[in-house]
């Protein structure tokens, strides 16, 4: 059962909207799909997507900085993070 939701949650978009070579943007971190389709979300599938964005902009930046090879980034290869809101 989907707990009762009296906010919206807000779309991660910040306005830079160019897509990366996997398909992220990069400026919210969302693929595609999760774009396109966040009004159709539920409240609930939309606090996972952004913990998902998180997470990728974090694997982004250890890459970038060169802690982890870019080869070895997976989408669920580290463990999720807990929500910050």
């Not at 906010?7 to 400026?27: A, H, L």
């Not at 971190?29 to 009004?39: G, T």
């Not at 409240?43 to 802690?67: S, V």
């Amino acid at each position: 059962m989907e707990q009762l939701e009296f906010f919206t949650v807000p779309s991660p978009c910040i306005g830079v909207c160019t897509v990366d070579n996997k398909g992220y943007c990069q400026g919210c971190m969302r693929k595609r799909e999760e774009r396109f389709n966040w009004l159709t979300f539920t409240p609930t599938q939309q606090r996972h997507i952004i913990k998902l964005c998180k997470q990728r902009y974090y694997r982004k930046r250890l890459a970038l900085r060169g802690h982890i090879p870019v080869q070895q980034i997976e989408e669920d290869s580290l463990p999720p993070q807990g929500d910050l809101f």
